[in-house]
């Protein structure tokens, strides 16, 4: 069966950028979806369809995918970004998740 | 504004049922996929099952295949995951979803509700 891998976890000085990868088989042939979830709260997507913001996600989001892997970056991580992130992809009507990556702004 | 509403959660025996509802609003419900996602405590996200905007299609995660089962009432705004022979690892907050054929991804997340299987 298909499967997403993330890094368990990532750190990242403030103001600096925070890449978090998923990988999967070919997976720069599907379209990918990054959401956050801060404890206690619901997820919610900062990246669609690969590289898209949806409306109120600040431009330091961005998203690529290209063969095996594709990445959330965060440029200029405000403390406000430590959260934990998940990659998803939508194939044959199944939805996917990646195991999640723990972000530490520190 | 789009809302999602879940409910139903509780704790439950292992072996039991339960009937997860969610109730939408602020879009028109019969034109979207909907899904079901849970969290296991301190675990990542899990999908469950999708449904169709019109029911005529549902899909499942393989572990709840047979004993879960996902419908819903367009006329009531609705959905629902009945789950039956419920076992401890399927512990989890359950979220309803709206599914987004243009996101290719989930753009509206319910509140999630615990379900707790345990004696």
């Known amino acids: 069966s298909y499967e997403l891998t993330q890094p368990p976890s990532v750190s990242v000085s403030p103001g600096q950028t925070a890449s978090i990868t998923c990988s999967g088989d070919k997976l720069g042939h599907k379209s990918t979806c990054w959401y956050q979830q801060k404890p206690g709260q619901s997820p919610v997507v900062v990246i669609f369809k690969d590289t898209k913001r949806p409306p109120g996600i600040p431009e330091r989001f961005s998203g690529s995918n290209s063969g095996n892997t594709a990445t959330l970056t965060i440029s200029g991580t405000q403390s406000m970004d430590e959260a934990d992130y998940y990659c998803?992809?939508?194939?044959?009507?199944?939805?996917?998740f990646g195991g999640g990556t723990k972000l530490t702004v520190l | 504004e789009v809302q999602l509403v879940d409910s139903g959660g509780g704790l439950v025996q292992p072996g039991g049922s339960l009937r997860l509802s969610c109730v939408a609003s602020?879009?028109?419900?019969?034109?979207?996929?909907m899904t079901w996602v849970r969290q296991a405590p301190g675990k990542g996200l899990e999908w469950v099952a999708n449904?169709?905007?019109?029911?005529?299609?549902?899909y499942y995660v393989d572990s709840v295949e047979g004993r879960f089962t996902i419908s819903r009432d367009n006329a009531r705004n609705s959905l629902f995951l009945q789950m039956n022979s419920l076992r401890a690892e399927d512990t989890s907050v359950y979220y309803c979803?709206?599914?987004?054929?243009?996101?290719?991804?989930?753009?509206?997340w319910g509140q999630g509700t615990l379900v707790t299987v345990s004696s």
């Open positions: 602020g879009f028109t419900f019969t034109t979207y996929w």
């Open positions: 979803a709206r599914l987004n054929t243009a996101y290719e991804g989930v753009d509206y």
């Open positions: 449904i169709k905007y019109d029911g005529s299609a549902k």
């Open positions: 998803q992809v939508w194939d044959s009507s199944i939805v996917l």
